[in-house]
């Protein structure tokens, strides 16, 4: 019975240390606090190592029998990429406008939002653009203008616009309703 527990310990113990790597891979290339996750993942895969290493070891004394090699299936995973610097909200909301902005030249149309009764993002095209009120130059044609608040359902509306036009739109955004229920109970 013990030489069947060496036998498969190995495949198990390669199979923590592969989970480890593709673990610590993973969190450096989507950004999850790349060095301490990807530290915490080899750490913790180093643990798990150890512990099937150990008893991999304790029943090979107590068996005498020695474990099969496992030979590597996977090739090394090469570094992961540098993680890329993001941009502030406000900067790429200031670029998206200027582009669309840029397309528009001579006798593009102007599109103004709101005022709303909550601050909302604006997205040109699925381009986040800005905040509410929100007035800027598009391109004559159709565009999808979209309104997003956290506390509400989003708003979209497909417009064509004409050269030299100027649209407004004043949207009422639907606010997500939390039912609330308050139970009073006097008793005399």
């Known amino acids: 019975m013990s030489g069947k527990v060496a036998i498969l310990a ?23 606090a790349a060095g301490a996750a990807a530290a915490a993942a080899e750490k913790a895969s180093s643990a798990v ?6 008893a991999v070891n304790k029943a090979t004394t107590a068996t005498g029998d020695k474990p099969q090699e496992a030979k ?13 610097a993001t941009k502030p909200l406000e900067t790429v909301m200031k670029e998206n406008k200027e582009k669309l ?3 528009a030249q001579e006798g593009g149309a102007s599109l103004q939002i709101g005022p709303l009764a909550a601050k909302a993002t604006v997205y040109v095209d699925g381009a986040v653009v ?5 007035e800027g130059k598009l391109a004559p044609g159709q565009h999808l ?30 606010f997500k309703k939390y039912p609330s229920v308050i139970t009073l109970s006097i008793e005399r």
């Open 101 to 103: 902005e840029g397309k």
């Open 10 to 32: 190995v495949p198990i113990l390669l199979l923590s240390a592969f989970c480890g790597i593709l673990w610590s891979q993973a969190a450096a290339e989507y950004g999850m």
């Open 49 to 54: 190592s150890s512990a099937v290493s150990s």
């Open 130 to 134: 800005g905040y509410t009120p929100f």
């Open 72 to 84: 590597p299936t996977a090739e090394p995973t090469p570094n992961p990429p540098a993680p890329v």
């Open 145 to 174: 203008i979209e309104l997003k608040h956290f506390n509400a359902m989003p708003w979209r509306k497909e417009v064509t616009l004409k050269p030299g036009e100027t649209l407004s739109l004043k949207p009422e955004l639907q």
